[in-house]
């Protein structure tokens, strides 16, 4: 009883501890463009590909980044998982 008790305790801890969160980008520029994250405090920088659709995934142990730099302007000052991106023009929408 003891060690099934520890086995739910540490399975919930650990549940809360680490998150992946992902945004799919499509890049209608003909040049790769960056954009620089902040993830639970740790600094995350991602290249996106020139003419590409891709998806992108942070760790956090949230599931959103602050946006805190990079070449595209997003019209928002976070990427939460789940969401889809459009850039052109170096501008996401």
Same mark, same amino acid.
Not at 17 to 44: F, M, P, W, Y
């Given at each position: 009883?003891?060690?099934?008790?520890?086995?739910? +305790?540490?399975?919930? $801890?650990? &549940? &809360?501890?680490?998150? $992946?969160?992902?945004?799919? @980008?499509?890049?209608?520029?003909?040049? *790769?463009?960056? @954009? =620089?994250?902040?993830? !639970? +405090?740790?600094?995350? %920088?991602?290249?996106?590909? $020139? %003419?590409?659709? *891709?998806?992108?995934?942070?760790? /956090?142990? !949230?599931? /959103?980044?602050? @946006?805190? +730099?990079?070449? @595209? *302007?997003?019209?928002? /000052?976070?990427?939460?998982?789940? =969401?889809?991106?459009?850039?052109?023009? +170096?501008?996401?929408?």
């Amino acid at each position: 009883m003891k060690t099934m008790l520890l086995t739910l +305790g540490c399975l919930l $801890a650990l &549940g &809360g501890v680490a998150h $992946a969160g992902s945004v799919r @980008i499509e890049n209608g520029d003909s040049k *790769a463009h960056t @954009i =620089q994250l902040k993830c !639970s +405090g740790s600094a995350k %920088s991602v290249e996106v590909r $020139a %003419s590409t659709t *891709a998806t992108y995934t942070f760790h /956090s142990t !949230s599931k /959103s980044c602050d @946006i805190v +730099g990079g070449t @595209i *302007a997003f019209p928002t /000052s976070k990427l939460e998982d789940g =969401q889809r991106w459009q850039v052109k023009g +170096g501008k996401a929408k």
